[in-house]
Protein backbone atom coordinates (compact mmCIF):
# COMPACT_ATOMS: atom_id res chain seq x y z
CA UNK A 1 0.00 0.00 0.00
CA UNK A 2 1.32 3.35 -1.16
CA UNK A 3 1.45 5.49 1.90
CA UNK A 4 0.74 9.29 1.86
CA UNK A 5 4.41 9.91 2.92
CA UNK A 6 5.63 8.12 -0.15
CA UNK A 7 3.35 9.86 -2.62
CA UNK A 8 4.93 13.21 -1.61
CA UNK A 9 8.20 11.74 -1.83
CA UNK A 10 7.51 10.11 -5.70
CA UNK A 11 5.56 13.85 -6.46
CA UNK A 12 8.96 15.61 -5.00
CA UNK A 13 10.91 13.67 -7.70
CA UNK A 14 8.95 15.30 -10.68
CA UNK A 15 11.30 18.08 -11.28
CA UNK A 16 14.37 15.42 -11.56
CA UNK A 17 12.20 13.35 -13.95
CA UNK A 18 11.39 16.63 -15.96
CA UNK A 19 15.42 17.49 -16.23
CA UNK A 20 16.72 14.02 -16.49
CA UNK A 21 13.86 11.47 -16.88
CA UNK A 22 15.27 10.15 -20.22
CA UNK A 23 19.07 9.68 -19.41
CA UNK A 24 17.39 7.44 -16.50
CA UNK A 25 14.85 5.27 -18.82
CA UNK A 26 17.66 4.46 -21.13
CA UNK A 27 19.90 3.51 -18.74
CA UNK A 28 16.74 1.45 -17.69
CA UNK A 29 16.77 -0.24 -20.75
CA UNK A 30 20.69 -1.06 -21.15
CA UNK A 31 19.96 -2.65 -17.52
CA UNK A 32 16.87 -4.73 -18.32
CA UNK A 33 17.35 -5.64 -22.12
CA UNK A 34 21.53 -6.56 -21.04
CA UNK A 35 20.56 -8.63 -18.49
CA UNK A 36 17.13 -10.10 -19.33
CA UNK A 37 16.88 -11.53 -22.50
CA UNK A 38 13.84 -13.03 -21.78
CA UNK A 39 11.80 -9.49 -22.00
CA UNK A 40 13.77 -8.58 -25.28
CA UNK A 41 11.33 -9.56 -27.62
CA UNK A 42 8.54 -7.56 -26.21
CA UNK A 43 10.66 -4.23 -27.74
CA UNK A 44 11.19 -3.21 -30.68
CA UNK A 45 15.28 -2.70 -31.05
CA UNK A 46 14.71 0.30 -33.47
CA UNK A 47 12.59 2.47 -31.19
CA UNK A 48 15.61 1.84 -28.58
CA UNK A 49 17.98 2.83 -31.63
CA UNK A 50 15.47 6.10 -32.20
CA UNK A 51 15.40 6.86 -28.53
CA UNK A 52 11.45 6.95 -29.16
CA UNK A 53 10.98 4.43 -26.52
CA UNK A 54 12.95 5.96 -23.76
CA UNK A 55 11.06 9.23 -24.58
CA UNK A 56 8.16 7.38 -24.06
CA UNK A 57 8.78 5.66 -20.95
CA UNK A 58 10.35 8.64 -19.32
CA UNK A 59 6.96 10.44 -20.69
CA UNK A 60 5.02 8.10 -19.26
CA UNK A 61 6.95 8.15 -15.36
CA UNK A 62 6.90 11.64 -15.35
CA UNK A 63 2.80 11.79 -16.06
CA UNK A 64 2.39 8.67 -13.48
CA UNK A 65 4.69 10.86 -11.23
CA UNK A 66 2.86 13.91 -11.13
CA UNK A 67 -0.85 12.16 -10.87
CA UNK A 68 0.20 9.65 -8.16
CA UNK A 69 -3.02 11.31 -6.09
CA UNK A 70 -5.09 11.05 -9.04
CA UNK A 71 -4.25 8.10 -11.44
CA UNK A 72 -7.35 9.41 -13.12
CA UNK A 73 -6.05 12.54 -14.57
CA UNK A 74 -3.54 9.98 -16.74
CA UNK A 75 -6.80 9.54 -18.64
CA UNK A 76 -5.73 7.66 -21.81
CA UNK A 77 -2.65 7.09 -21.43
CA UNK A 78 -3.26 4.07 -18.93
CA UNK A 79 -5.54 2.30 -22.00
CA UNK A 80 -2.99 2.58 -24.86
CA UNK A 81 -0.52 1.00 -22.63
CA UNK A 82 -2.84 -1.81 -20.90
CA UNK A 83 -3.55 -3.00 -24.84
CA UNK A 84 0.08 -2.56 -26.54
CA UNK A 85 0.77 -5.08 -23.59
CA UNK A 86 -1.67 -6.93 -24.22
CA UNK A 87 -1.12 -7.28 -27.82
CA UNK A 88 2.52 -8.37 -26.99
CA UNK A 89 1.44 -10.90 -24.68
CA UNK A 90 3.23 -8.93 -21.03
CA UNK A 91 2.72 -11.09 -18.58
CA UNK A 92 2.34 -10.89 -15.05
CA UNK A 93 5.88 -12.25 -14.19
CA UNK A 94 7.65 -9.35 -16.63
CA UNK A 95 6.90 -7.14 -14.17
CA UNK A 96 9.25 -7.68 -11.34
CA UNK A 97 12.42 -7.65 -13.95
CA UNK A 98 11.13 -4.63 -15.26
CA UNK A 99 10.77 -2.91 -11.74
CA UNK A 100 13.92 -4.22 -10.25
CA UNK A 101 15.93 -2.76 -13.06
CA UNK A 102 14.07 1.08 -12.67
CA UNK A 103 14.74 1.07 -9.05
CA UNK A 104 18.23 0.26 -10.11
CA UNK A 105 18.45 2.60 -12.44
CA UNK A 106 17.31 5.34 -10.27
CA UNK A 107 19.98 4.39 -7.81
CA UNK A 108 22.86 4.58 -10.21
CA UNK A 109 21.48 7.65 -11.83
CA UNK A 110 20.67 9.79 -9.47
CA UNK A 111 22.85 8.51 -6.79
CA UNK A 112 22.70 7.36 -3.70
CA UNK A 113 22.44 10.92 -2.12
CA UNK A 114 19.42 11.67 -3.87
CA UNK A 115 17.90 8.15 -4.25
CA UNK A 116 18.02 7.37 -1.00
CA UNK A 117 16.21 3.95 0.93
CA UNK A 118 13.45 6.49 1.52
CA UNK A 119 13.32 7.26 -2.28
CA UNK A 120 13.77 3.77 -3.12
CA UNK A 121 10.91 2.22 -1.43
CA UNK A 122 8.59 4.85 -2.04
CA UNK A 123 9.08 4.33 -5.92
CA UNK A 124 9.11 0.81 -4.91
CA UNK A 125 5.73 1.09 -3.52
CA UNK A 126 4.80 3.89 -6.44
CA UNK A 127 5.67 0.83 -9.04
CA UNK A 128 4.10 -1.88 -7.48
CA UNK A 129 0.70 0.41 -7.58
CA UNK A 130 0.85 0.97 -11.28
CA UNK A 131 2.06 -2.68 -11.76
CA UNK A 132 -1.09 -4.14 -10.04
CA UNK A 133 -3.36 -2.00 -12.26
CA UNK A 134 -1.89 -2.81 -15.47
CA UNK A 135 -1.86 -7.03 -14.47
CA UNK A 136 -5.62 -6.85 -13.30
CA UNK A 137 -6.42 -4.53 -16.51
CA UNK A 138 -4.56 -6.78 -18.93
CA UNK A 139 -5.88 -9.94 -17.46
CA UNK A 140 -9.58 -8.81 -17.74
CA UNK A 141 -8.61 -8.27 -21.84
CA UNK A 142 -6.67 -11.87 -22.25
CA UNK A 143 -9.77 -13.75 -20.20
CA UNK A 144 -12.36 -11.92 -22.31
CA UNK A 145 -10.44 -12.68 -25.42
CA UNK A 146 -10.32 -16.80 -24.18
CA UNK A 147 -13.93 -16.62 -23.55
CA UNK A 148 -14.91 -14.91 -27.16
CA UNK A 149 -16.64 -17.06 -29.48
CA UNK A 150 -13.23 -18.16 -31.36
CA UNK A 151 -11.03 -16.35 -29.12
CA UNK A 152 -7.92 -17.42 -27.42
CA UNK A 153 -4.96 -16.65 -24.89
CA UNK A 154 -1.54 -16.48 -25.19
CA UNK A 155 -0.09 -17.52 -29.06
CA UNK A 156 -2.19 -19.50 -31.90
CA UNK A 157 -0.66 -20.91 -34.99
CA UNK A 158 -1.76 -19.25 -38.24
CA UNK A 159 -0.94 -19.92 -41.73
CA UNK A 160 -0.46 -17.48 -44.46
CA UNK A 161 -3.14 -18.09 -47.02
CA UNK A 162 -2.30 -14.44 -49.53
CA UNK A 163 0.06 -11.89 -50.24
CA UNK A 164 -1.07 -8.97 -51.92
CA UNK A 165 1.17 -6.34 -53.35
CA UNK A 166 -0.42 -2.90 -52.83
CA UNK A 167 1.97 -0.18 -53.37
CA UNK A 168 5.24 0.09 -54.98
CA UNK A 169 5.83 -0.01 -50.34
CA UNK A 170 2.86 -2.12 -48.75
CA UNK A 171 1.72 -5.49 -49.20
CA UNK A 172 -0.98 -6.87 -47.54
CA UNK A 173 -1.29 -10.44 -45.33
CA UNK A 174 -4.12 -12.62 -45.05
CA UNK A 175 -3.70 -15.04 -42.08
CA UNK A 176 -6.30 -18.18 -41.63
CA UNK A 177 -5.84 -19.88 -38.32
CA UNK A 178 -4.10 -23.65 -38.59
CA UNK A 179 -6.38 -25.40 -36.92
CA UNK A 180 -9.27 -24.56 -38.73
CA UNK A 181 -11.60 -22.82 -36.10
CA UNK A 182 -13.95 -19.98 -35.67
CA UNK A 183 -11.77 -16.62 -35.34
CA UNK A 184 -12.96 -14.03 -32.84
CA UNK A 185 -14.31 -10.46 -34.13
CA UNK A 186 -12.66 -7.38 -33.66
CA UNK A 187 -13.46 -3.38 -33.15
CA UNK A 188 -11.88 -1.55 -36.64
CA UNK A 189 -8.92 -0.05 -35.42
CA UNK A 190 -7.60 -2.51 -33.65
CA UNK A 191 -4.11 -4.22 -34.11
CA UNK A 192 -3.12 -8.07 -33.61
CA UNK A 193 0.62 -8.93 -32.38
CA UNK A 194 2.75 -11.01 -34.57
CA UNK A 195 5.65 -13.31 -32.95
CA UNK A 196 8.77 -14.66 -35.39
CA UNK A 197 11.95 -16.26 -35.05
CA UNK A 198 14.28 -14.76 -36.47
CA UNK A 199 18.12 -16.00 -36.91
CA UNK A 200 17.09 -17.67 -33.80
CA UNK A 201 15.88 -14.78 -32.25
CA UNK A 202 12.27 -14.12 -30.78
CA UNK A 203 10.31 -10.89 -31.82
CA UNK A 204 7.02 -9.27 -31.56
CA UNK A 205 5.37 -6.94 -33.10
CA UNK A 206 1.42 -4.88 -33.87
CA UNK A 207 -0.32 -4.53 -37.16
CA UNK A 208 -3.32 -2.83 -37.63
CA UNK A 209 -6.31 -4.92 -39.28
CA UNK A 210 -6.82 -3.54 -42.68
CA UNK A 211 -9.78 -5.08 -43.30
CA UNK A 212 -13.44 -6.08 -41.27
CA UNK A 213 -13.67 -9.41 -39.51
CA UNK A 214 -15.37 -12.33 -41.19
CA UNK A 215 -14.71 -15.22 -39.08
CA UNK A 216 -11.93 -16.75 -41.23
CA UNK A 217 -8.98 -15.01 -41.70
CA UNK A 218 -7.54 -11.89 -40.51
CA UNK A 219 -5.46 -9.24 -42.76
CA UNK A 220 -2.70 -6.67 -41.77
CA UNK A 221 -1.16 -4.49 -44.63
CA UNK A 222 2.63 -3.84 -44.27
CA UNK A 223 4.71 -0.97 -45.29
CA UNK A 224 8.75 -1.93 -46.11
CA UNK A 225 10.54 -0.11 -43.65
CA UNK A 226 13.66 0.97 -44.25
CA UNK A 227 15.98 -1.04 -42.50
CA UNK A 228 13.18 -2.91 -40.79
CA UNK A 229 13.97 -6.40 -39.82
CA UNK A 230 10.57 -7.66 -39.52
CA UNK A 231 8.63 -5.58 -42.46
CA UNK A 232 11.51 -6.24 -44.48
CA UNK A 233 11.67 -10.09 -43.82
CA UNK A 234 7.82 -10.71 -44.40
CA UNK A 235 8.30 -8.89 -47.83
CA UNK A 236 10.92 -10.98 -49.33
CA UNK A 237 10.81 -14.00 -46.80
CA UNK A 238 7.34 -15.05 -45.60
CA UNK A 239 5.40 -17.00 -48.50
CA UNK A 240 2.02 -17.99 -48.58
CA UNK A 241 1.89 -21.18 -46.59
CA UNK A 242 3.82 -20.62 -43.98
CA UNK A 243 3.29 -20.53 -40.37
CA UNK A 244 3.57 -17.54 -38.12
CA UNK A 245 2.38 -17.03 -34.25
CA UNK A 246 -0.54 -14.60 -33.68
CA UNK A 247 -2.00 -12.71 -30.45
CA UNK A 248 -5.37 -11.85 -30.18
CA UNK A 249 -6.35 -8.42 -31.08
CA UNK A 250 -6.84 -5.56 -28.77
CA UNK A 251 -6.41 -1.42 -28.79
CA UNK A 252 -8.63 1.08 -28.00
CA UNK A 253 -8.06 3.21 -31.11
CA UNK A 254 -11.17 1.83 -32.60
CA UNK A 255 -14.56 3.30 -34.26
CA UNK A 256 -17.26 4.47 -31.63
CA UNK A 257 -20.71 4.44 -32.51
CA UNK A 258 -21.98 7.39 -33.56
CA UNK A 259 -24.60 9.34 -36.29
CA UNK A 260 -22.04 12.71 -36.62
CA UNK A 261 -20.16 12.72 -39.73
CA UNK A 262 -16.93 10.73 -39.77
CA UNK A 263 -13.68 12.07 -40.99
CA UNK A 264 -10.94 10.00 -41.53
CA UNK A 265 -7.82 11.39 -41.97
CA UNK A 266 -4.27 9.37 -43.04
CA UNK A 267 -0.92 9.35 -44.42
CA UNK A 268 1.17 6.87 -45.20
CA UNK A 269 0.40 3.19 -43.74
CA UNK A 270 -2.00 4.99 -41.68
CA UNK A 271 -4.45 4.19 -43.96
CA UNK A 272 -4.73 0.23 -42.52
CA UNK A 273 -7.30 1.26 -39.75
CA UNK A 274 -9.24 3.28 -41.49
CA UNK A 275 -9.73 0.97 -44.27
CA UNK A 276 -11.66 -1.21 -41.30
CA UNK A 277 -13.12 1.83 -39.86
CA UNK A 278 -14.84 2.75 -43.51
CA UNK A 279 -15.89 -0.67 -44.27
CA UNK A 280 -17.76 -0.99 -40.82
CA UNK A 281 -19.41 2.63 -40.93
CA UNK A 282 -20.11 2.29 -45.09
CA UNK A 283 -24.09 1.34 -44.30
CA UNK A 284 -24.11 3.71 -41.43
CA UNK A 285 -25.84 6.34 -43.87
CA UNK A 286 -23.67 8.77 -41.56
CA UNK A 287 -21.46 11.41 -44.19
CA UNK A 288 -17.84 9.96 -44.68
CA UNK A 289 -15.21 12.37 -45.50
CA UNK A 290 -12.01 10.32 -46.44
CA UNK A 291 -8.62 12.72 -46.19
CA UNK A 292 -5.27 10.82 -47.17
CA UNK A 293 -1.73 11.85 -48.00
CA UNK A 294 1.09 10.27 -49.79
CA UNK A 295 4.33 11.01 -51.12
CA UNK A 296 2.77 10.04 -54.88
CA UNK A 297 0.93 7.62 -56.37
CA UNK A 298 3.60 4.63 -56.74
CA UNK A 299 3.43 4.34 -52.90
CA UNK A 300 -0.50 4.99 -52.41
CA UNK A 301 -2.19 1.91 -51.66
CA UNK A 302 -5.71 0.81 -51.86
CA UNK A 303 -6.58 4.05 -54.12
CA UNK A 304 -8.47 1.87 -56.63
CA UNK A 305 -10.41 0.35 -53.28
CA UNK A 306 -11.44 3.88 -52.15
CA UNK A 307 -12.77 4.73 -55.21
CA UNK A 308 -15.02 1.48 -56.19
CA UNK A 309 -16.42 2.57 -52.52
CA UNK A 310 -17.29 6.10 -53.34
CA UNK A 311 -18.91 5.08 -56.70
CA UNK A 312 -21.14 3.17 -54.36
CA UNK A 313 -21.49 4.66 -51.60
CA UNK A 314 -23.58 7.79 -52.29
CA UNK A 315 -22.45 9.43 -48.88
CA UNK A 316 -18.99 8.85 -49.02
CA UNK A 317 -15.92 11.35 -50.30
CA UNK A 318 -12.66 11.16 -50.80
CA UNK A 319 -9.80 13.60 -50.97
CA UNK A 320 -6.18 12.77 -51.75
CA UNK A 321 -2.55 14.96 -51.28
CA UNK A 322 0.61 14.27 -52.89
CA UNK A 323 3.64 15.81 -51.33
CA UNK A 324 5.80 14.63 -54.26
CA UNK A 325 3.69 13.59 -57.24
CA UNK A 326 5.06 12.07 -60.09
CA UNK A 327 4.20 12.98 -63.80
CA UNK A 328 0.63 11.68 -64.55
CA UNK A 329 -0.33 11.49 -60.27
CA UNK A 330 -3.87 12.60 -60.58
CA UNK A 331 -4.60 13.79 -56.50
CA UNK A 332 -6.48 16.45 -55.49
CA UNK A 333 -4.15 18.52 -53.80
CA UNK A 334 -0.13 18.88 -54.13
CA UNK A 335 2.39 19.27 -51.28
CA UNK A 336 1.36 18.68 -47.24
CA UNK A 337 -2.08 18.98 -45.97
CA UNK A 338 -2.25 22.75 -44.64
CA UNK A 339 -5.20 23.94 -42.66
CA UNK A 340 -6.67 25.61 -45.19
CA UNK A 341 -6.97 22.53 -47.44
CA UNK A 342 -8.16 20.54 -44.52
CA UNK A 343 -11.27 23.13 -44.35
CA UNK A 344 -11.95 22.78 -47.69
CA UNK A 345 -12.41 18.88 -47.32
CA UNK A 346 -14.05 18.72 -43.65
CA UNK A 347 -17.66 19.12 -43.52
CA UNK A 348 -19.07 22.43 -43.32
CA UNK A 349 -20.81 21.37 -39.50
CA UNK A 350 -17.82 21.05 -37.62
CA UNK A 351 -19.39 18.75 -35.25
CA UNK A 352 -17.78 16.07 -36.15
CA UNK A 353 -16.05 12.92 -34.94
CA UNK A 354 -12.37 13.12 -36.73
CA UNK A 355 -10.03 9.85 -36.95
CA UNK A 356 -6.33 10.80 -37.98
CA UNK A 357 -3.32 8.35 -37.98
CA UNK A 358 -0.02 8.30 -40.20
CA UNK A 359 3.55 9.62 -39.19
CA UNK A 360 3.89 11.71 -35.89
CA UNK A 361 4.41 15.26 -37.56
CA UNK A 362 1.74 14.58 -39.33
CA UNK A 363 -0.57 13.67 -36.66
CA UNK A 364 0.73 16.88 -34.44
CA UNK A 365 -0.12 19.38 -37.63
CA UNK A 366 -3.00 17.64 -37.91
CA UNK A 367 -4.33 17.41 -34.42
CA UNK A 368 -3.48 21.20 -34.55
CA UNK A 369 -5.37 21.82 -37.32
CA UNK A 370 -8.69 20.44 -36.31
CA UNK A 371 -8.35 22.16 -32.80
CA UNK A 372 -8.48 25.61 -34.91
CA UNK A 373 -11.22 24.76 -37.31
CA UNK A 374 -13.15 24.62 -34.66
CA UNK A 375 -13.63 20.44 -34.15
CA UNK A 376 -14.25 19.72 -29.93
CA UNK A 377 -11.17 17.89 -29.31
CA UNK A 378 -13.45 15.02 -27.42
CA UNK A 379 -14.14 14.20 -31.02
CA UNK A 380 -10.64 13.69 -32.56
CA UNK A 381 -9.03 10.31 -31.97
CA UNK A 382 -5.68 9.45 -32.77
CA UNK A 383 -3.22 6.56 -32.14
CA UNK A 384 0.72 5.92 -32.20
CA UNK A 385 2.68 3.62 -34.58
CA UNK A 386 5.38 3.36 -32.03
CA UNK A 387 5.98 4.19 -28.31
CA UNK A 388 3.18 7.08 -27.35
CA UNK A 389 4.85 10.73 -27.20
CA UNK A 390 3.33 14.18 -26.95
CA UNK A 391 1.71 15.09 -30.15
CA UNK A 392 1.73 18.98 -28.55
CA UNK A 393 6.23 19.33 -28.88
Known amino acids: MLTSQQRAIVKSTVPLLETGGEALTRHFYKIMLG ?5 RPLFNQAHQASGDQPRALANGVLMYARHIDQLEALGPLVGKIINKHVALQVLPEHYPIVGACLLRAIR ?50 FRLVRK ?31 RLNLDGEEVRRNYSLSALGNGREYRISVKREQGGRVSNYL ?15 AGDF ?112 VKKHL ?11 YEFFGPAGALEA
Not at 35 to 39: D, Q, R
Not at 119 to 131: M, S
Not at 319 to 341: M, N, V
Open 35 to 39: EYSEV
Open 108 to 157: EVLGAEVATDEVIEAWAAAYQQLADLLIGAEEEIYAASASAKGGWRGARW
Open 164 to 194: DVESAEITSFYFAPEDGGELMDFTPGQYIGL
Open 235 to 249: HDEFHVGDRIELFAP
Open 254 to 365: VLRPGSKPLVLITAGVGITPALAMLEAAQDSGRPIHFIHCARNGAVHAFRDWIDEKVAAIPHLSRFFCYSEPHAGDQPDAEGLLSREQLAQWLPTERDLDAYFLGPKGFMSQ
Open 371 to 381: RELGVPERQCH
